[in-house]
C-alpha cells in the first residue's frame, strides 16, 4: 500500500493557508480557559459538563501545535 506524501489535497492547502492566519495564543487561550470553566462548573457542582468542557484543553493545543507547525514548515 503506496501513501501520496508529496501531494497535499487542495482542500487541505486551503485550510493551511486559513488557518496560519490565526495567532498561536489564540490556541493557548482558548485551552487556558476551558480549564478555568471546567474548574467553575467543577465548583459549582456541574461535574459532567465540568468534564465535557475540560476535555477542549488537549485539542485546542494540539490545534495551536498544528498551526505552528504550519507557520514554520510551510505545506508541500
Same mark, same amino acid.
Given at each position: 500500500? *503506496? %501513501? ?6 487542495? +482542500? ?14 489564540? %490556541?493557548?487561550?482558548? +485551552?487556558?480557559?476551558?480549564? +478555568? ?9 456541574? &461535574?459532567?459538563? *465540568?468534564? %465535557?468542557?475540560?476535555?477542549? +484543553?488537549?485539542? %485546542? ?14 505545506? &508541500?
Amino acid at each position: 500500500m *503506496a %501513501f501520496n506524501t508529496g501531494n497535499e489535497g487542495e +482542500a487541505t492547502k486551503k485550510i493551511e493557508k486559513v488557518t496560519s492566519l490565526i495567532p498561536s495564543t489564540v %490556541f493557548l487561550a482558548a +485551552a487556558g480557559a476551558s480549564m +478555568a470553566i471546567s474548574a467553575t462548573l467543577k465548583c459549582i457542582g456541574k &461535574d459532567k459538563s *465540568a468534564l %465535557f468542557v475540560g476535555q477542549w +484543553a488537549a485539542p %485546542f493545543l494540539l490545534l495551536g501545535i498544528y498551526n505552528k507547525l504550519v507557520k514554520t514548515e510551510g505545506h &508541500d
